[in-house]
């Protein structure tokens, strides 16, 4: 039997961490996809109450105030806007979420790590935004959200692209990469 060098013992652990330690980096610094990607919602400053700048007033004022305000009837307080009742339509819960916040719904399938799924969900997503319809990236890798889908959907081929109305029901399906341009058309074309 033949020894191996001490040097070159080194240099083949050290191969091996290198290789370890760069599909580690890999792992954490490839970007993930979860089952539905966040549909971004503008953020609202909220307007200070009533009662807060009554308090902000000197306590003379606020005395005043106090009885002014109790001796005024009570506003009613408006009713706050309900989403329209979407019923269930066969494709994941985060489908029939999105439907409810949009007429409209590009749902962009993809499998989580493949660049050029990536690509195109982003390209789906400037689509669905210059279409006024709302956007959903689904994982087709968690087993929930595919099976879902393939029940629901019953084609031979497995689109990449799903243009959805708010019924549920599929407007269009897009195979491959599409383009944004392509996307806002159909998105467009699908509004009631």
């Avoid at 009570?74 to 494709?91: E, I, S, Y």
């Avoid at 959805?164 to 074309?189: C, H, I, W, Y």
Wanted: hydrophobic letters at 50%.
């Amino acid at each position: 039997m033949e020894k191996i060098s001490l040097p070159v013992r080194i240099f083949a652990i050290l191969i091996v961490l290198a290789g370890l330690a760069g599909m580690l980096a890999m792992r954490t610094l490839s970007p993930s996809v979860d089952e539905s990607a966040p549909i971004p919602q503008p953020v609202r400053k909220a307007q200070p109450s009533a009662p807060a700048k009554a308090a902000a007033k000197p306590a003379k004022a606020a005395a005043s105030a106090r009885t002014t305000k109790a001796q005024k009837p009570a506003q009613a307080k408006p009713k706050p806007v309900l989403n329209p009742v979407v019923p269930p339509t066969g494709f994941p819960v985060a489908v029939d979420r999105a439907l409810r916040k949009h007429a409209v719904v590009v749902v962009s399938l993809v499998l989580p790590g493949a660049r050029v799924d990536e690509l195109a969900a982003a390209e789906a997503e400037a689509g669905a935004k210059l279409g006024g319809a709302g956007f959903l990236a689904l994982n087709v890798l968690n087993e929930g959200v595919a099976r879902t889908l393939l029940t629901k959907l019953d084609t031979a081929t497995e689109p990449s692209l799903l243009v959805l109305k708010r019924s549920g029901e599929v407007a269009l399906e897009l195979n491959g990469f599409v383009d944004r341009e392509t996307v806002a058309q159909a998105a467009a074309n699908a509004s009631p």
